[in-house]
């Protein structure tokens, strides 16, 4: 992001260009919410209301939109039909950039929305000041509307899991869920049999560093409940990287190359099982009877959904939680 760009309703979220209609990208594209049946239902935002997914509408100028959003849009919707085997097959930078700009909409949007709809005056939910955090993630998001080629590792990280599909009667589970970190900027999606966790800015070292751990579970059908166990290590995980993303840009007209400086040296604090489970109950909170007091036993075991006892992978059947 610019540091003189303006983060205004009247200035597109991607470009910066001043609007000359009224044109609006929805965050969560109009595609996903009618496939699976999301246009009523609400997500909650930082300051903990309630917004119908179909409200989550950002500025956007036709070039962006209707140009660049739109291909890739077309691209990502094509690969969720086609399943888990199409999707694997995505150009990752693809399926990066479409999160990722979910991920910035939602922080945009909170720019425009009062943290106290009874008092306006109190401010929005996200400030101008806090997005500076993302000028980085908006820098990478240029990748949308300008051919880039990253070297010599890509700016995130990336696991791709199959998942248990359901049906509309099934039990606790759905074929749509979304999780997210404002903090490590972690980001988790289910639709249908796809599962992905996405680290945002972490340089590709998750993904080189846990690729013996995660390549166990690349051949497995997974359960949602085991999805939020992986997205809880890999955000708690991202918690403790000690280190910042580092770019360097060369772009013309027509392309650019970012070379992402790899990490060197301590790159995490160390791992506590005991924060680790504080983080794992706050994702399986939507779960009954996993709270903190059921999966953490002081000092240094968590419940595990992922592992046996031995370390081996824990088939889980379809159905283990019934609606609350």
């Not at 995130?156 to 490590?184: A, G, H, M, R, V």
């Not at 007209?253 to 504080?278: C, K, M, N, T």
Request: hydrophobic share 35%.
């Amino acid at each position: 992001m610019d540091m003189d760009m303006p983060l205004t309703q009247d200035h597109c979220f991607l470009c910066g260009e001043e609007l000359t209609e009224n044109t609006d990208e929805h965050i969560f594209p109009k595609w996903l919410l009618h496939k699976f049946n999301l246009w009523n239902k609400t997500i909650t935002l930082l300051n903990g209301t309630l917004i119908p997914y179909r409200m989550l509408k950002i500025p956007c100028c036709n070039t962006c939109n209707n140009e660049h959003l739109s291909q890739l849009e077309i691209d990502i919707s094509k690969a969720v039909d086609g399943g888990y085997d199409s999707f694997i097959q995505l150009d990752q930078d693809k399926i990066f950039y479409w999160a990722a700009k979910i991920l910035y909409g939602l922080f945009f949007k909170e720019l425009s929305l009062n943290v106290d709809q009874r008092n306006p005056t109190a401010g929005t939910i996200m400030s101008p000041e806090a997005m500076k955090k993302f000028q980085t993630l908006h820098m990478l998001l240029q990748g949308i509307r300008f051919p880039t080629e990253y070297i010599s590792v890509k700016p995130y990280s990336i696991f791709i899991f199959k998942i248990y599909e359901y049906e509309e009667d099934d039990w606790q589970e759905s074929n749509f869920d979304y999780f997210d970190s404002l903090i490590q900027t972690v980001y988790g999606m289910k639709m249908n049999d796809i599962g992905f966790i996405l680290c945002i800015e972490d340089s590709g070292v998750q993904a080189e560093f846990g690729k013996d751990y995660f390549n166990k579970y690349m051949d497995k059908t997974l359960h949602p409940v085991q999805l939020k166990e992986l997205y809880a290590k890999i955000n708690y995980k991202e918690y403790l990287a000690k280190y910042s993303p580092r770019y360097m840009t060369i772009q013309n007209d027509h392309e650019r190359i970012v070379q992402v400086i790899e990490p060197s040296g301590y790159l995490f604090d160390d791992w506590s099982q005991e924060f680790y489970a504080h983080a794992l109950a706050h994702i399986w909170s939507s779960y009954p009877h996993l709270g903190l007091e059921d999966i953490y036993f002081p000092p240094n075991r968590v419940m595990s959904y992922l592992t046996n006892e031995d370390g081996s992978f824990k088939q889980l059947p379809k159905h283990i939680f019934a609606k609350k």
